[in-house]
């Protein structure tokens, strides 16, 4: 599985940016996608999941209200949809993939549950 993440940038705070990840392959509403980010000296977080038909959403404490996972098996696109940007959100951020299943599950939310990784991308919110 090969993940391709975009849509970061420069953003002030409480902007919004919606960061999107896309992967080629036949299989992948068999995954379970994830939104991870890791700040400078900080160890990598996961901000979001979602299971593999986006029956069951995990949302970290600092993402809940403001951030909005999706995604769209057809389109083979995972989406984070960022809102009340905080200068503290700064970060790269990754989207992740795991599994095959072949059954609906909560998404794992630790970094070493998941096979794939996307390259990364740079969100920087200014104050």
């Known amino acids: 599985v090969q993940l391709q993440a975009s849509g970061g940038g420069l953003v002030q705070a409480g902007g919004s940016l919606t960061l999107s990840c896309g992967t080629s392959?036949?299989?992948?509403?068999?995954?379970?996608m994830a939104w991870f980010r890791q700040a400078p000296g900080k160890e990598r977080e996961c901000i979001a999941a979602?299971?593999?038909?986006?029956?069951?959403?995990y949302y970290a404490d600092s993402a809940k209200d403001r951030f909005t996972i999706s995604r769209d098996n057809a389109k083979n696109t995972v989406d984070l949809k960022m809102n009340s940007l905080k200068p503290e959100d700064t970060a790269v951020y990754y989207c992740?993939?795991?599994?095959?299943?072949?059954?609906?599950?909560?998404?794992?939310?630790?970094?070493?549950?998941?096979?794939?990784w996307g390259q990364g991308t740079q969100v920087t919110v200014s104050s």
């Open positions: 979602i299971s593999r038909n986006g029956g069951q959403i």
């Open positions: 392959g036949r299989t992948f509403n068999d995954y379970d």
């Open positions: 992740a993939a795991d599994g095959p299943f072949p059954d609906n599950r909560a998404p794992a939310t630790a970094p070493i549950a998941y096979d794939y």
